[in-house]
């Protein structure tokens, strides 16, 4: 916890006025029974009206000040906690952008949204309440004791034994809580997962008709979730008619050996009153902190939660890299002797895998579902790192990369269409920020997504909503294709980004990349031979090996692998035809 206080160094000031002006409000709070004790003695023991207006101007004054403070304390303790919570979350999320794909596969996309949002509202309220009552509530406790030590030695004993009292039914209430508070926060996790993932998947629910049965999941979830809530409840709602016991009891004490003491003239009335008064203060200063403690307990959890995303390393580090110049006549990419495994796997996802790949090149990677396609053009950015081997980019090892300079090399087509909230203008600027409307439109025309952009009423200012839910699954394709065209990237990525394509918008778009993208070298991954067949050359995976090199002509002829799927996809006459 105390790890993340440094986000309160640019926060000194009002991290020292929050709690000084709390101390202030107190020293107020504690001269209220004094004026009050005076009013009894005093003004009204002697019938002094004059008096008694002017201590309760007094009283009035003291309460305005102890009001203005509090305002004032709890002004720069919220300014404070919420620099701090927004310098946090900026450097969370600026961490969270480092790590590699293999860290976020490990860690979980929902587990990383968890901690951005309510982990560091936590910490954020936590620092607040931290700000107001750490100095304030031990102070008016030790304050009430000594005051009550200048009205009487002897009753101030009740005070000594109450308030450990005190203090110890509110920490055995809070020490069995807040073991269950910590498993309440685990089950309200579980079912934020589940919340998530009924969302996201709500159409693969419905496609297989289970409603009911994740509603029952859900319905079992929230059950377990309000019978660990209420227990809890339960035993915290002990403290309240437990602490107020004591203190009634201690009040009675007080008003009983008070009274006695009156009539023997060591103290006054006024004098008693002052003391149930401050009886009272330190029962609110101990349920006060009670709450801040409970929250400091939150607090400590979720700081540990964040703080744990802080220590994962990103095993993609371009840490000391600086800009590298391309080796002459070297291959555009080349895989040396390459072993890759994915974090939770026991076994390689490729092995052994080398093969060059010349400027201008085109090159379709083909191979059964699990072969390793993806995991070769990932390799490619760097989005992972090889265990074994090296992955080459203009004769340089991909490790020695900055980042920024190896990716703005490539453009790449993911999987899945990936579209943000914004204008259609907006996506396509992505790789090339300077961009012009004149590059961007030749991007579309490549992509064949100029003829639905020109139908659009906006067309380049036409509005697509988040994931670009607005458009066709083929449309959204040919939108991220066009995004990674613009600057005209020196390596283009296209990983089986044609499956929501007809095959004759597909034909063009392959036709319009050989034909207008000269000198650029292509990845086109793809399940279909008719995407690849007219490539410089196939590389066929098996099992994340290669099972063949060359052209369709020369595979169907030797490879058994690429045969297969030839076969699986044309009958025996259109595949001799495609040659």
Known sequence: MFRLFRYLRNYKKESFIGPLFKLIEACFELAVPIVMANIIDIGIKNGDKAYIW????????????????ALTAQYFAA????GFGTALRRDLFRHINTL???????????????????????AQAGVNILLRLLLRSPFIVLGSIIMAF??????????????????????????????RYKVIQKTLDRTNLMTSETLTGARVIRAFSRQQDEEESFRKNTEELNRLQINAGRINALMNPLTYVIVNLAIAAIIWFGGKTVYSGAITQGEVIALVNYMNQILLALLAMAILVTNITKMQASAIRINDIFDVKTTVSEEGNTAVKSVENAPCVEFRDVDFSYNSSEENSLEGLSFAVGRGETVGIIGGTGSGKTSVINLIPRFYDAAKGSVLVDGVDVKKYPLKQLRGKIGIVPQKAILFKGTVRDNMKWRDKTASDEEIWRALDIAQAADFVKDKPSQLDEAIMQEGKNLSGGQRQRLTIARALVGNPEILILDDSAS???????????????EKTQGMTVFIVSQRISSIKNVDRIIVLDD?????????????????????ICLSQLSEKEVQDIG
């Open 54 to 69: 002017k201590m309760g101007g007094i009283m009035v004054l003291l309460g305005f000040l102890g009001l203005a403070c």
């Open 79 to 82: 300014k404070a906690s919420v």
């Open 100 to 122: 590699s794909y293999s860290e976020i596969d490990s860690i979980g996309s929902h587990t990383l949204v968890t901690r951005m949002t309510a982990d560091i509202n936590t």
């Open 150 to 179: 200048t009205i009487s030695v002897k009753l101030t004993l009740i005070f000594l034994i109450i308030a450990p009292c005190l203090a110890y039914v509110i920490y055995k209430i809070m020490s069995i809580t807040i073991p």
């Open 500 to 514: 929501a394509l007809d095959f004759a918008t597909d034909a063009r778009l392959r036709k319009a990349i050989a």
């Open 544 to 564: 994340g090996k290669i099972a063949g090199i060359g052209s369709h002509k020369e595979l169907y002829k030797n490879c058994g692998v690429y045969k297969e």
